[in-house]
């Protein structure tokens, strides 16, 4: 069975980014809104099974403001505001684990597993 899953990693202070706000879109239709819990994950696959459609899908996770929660000084705009990542998936059968590893000046992503 598929499914979608992510994780996000602070990488400025170390730490699981718990809180981060984060949403999930196919074809520009929201279908998810939720923040991350203690282990910067969300608390079930984001989608699975059926759920999951052969499609470009994004997500946004809202940095900036994650950021600033945490105490960080950032400029305004901020260098980072929303990290969008724009990903296909085509087998609907198979894990797709998208993790953010991100500081208020830089981001990293990858298909995990």
């Known amino acids: 069975m598929g ?21 999930l879109h196919l074809a520009g239709e929201r279908l998810a809104r939720f923040a991350t819990n203690d282990d910067g994950r969300a608390t079930a696959p984001l989608l699975e099974g059926a759920a999951l459609r052969a499609g470009r899908y994004s997500l946004s996770f809202h940095v900036a403001d994650y ?13 980072l505001d929303i990290v969008r990542i724009d990903f296909g998936i085509a ?18 992503t990858y298909r995990g597993s």
Not at 7 to 23: C, F, N
Not at 91 to 108: Q, R
């Open 3 to 23: 499914r979608l899953t992510t994780h996000v990693l602070d990488t400025a202070h170390g730490i699981p980014a718990r809180g981060m706000h984060v949403e």
């Open 91 to 108: 087998a609907v059968d198979e894990h797709y684990h998208v993790p953010l590893l991100v500081s208020p000046w830089s981001y990293s």
């Open 67 to 79: 950021f600033r929660a945490m105490g960080v000084a950032l400029p305004a705009p901020a260098f």
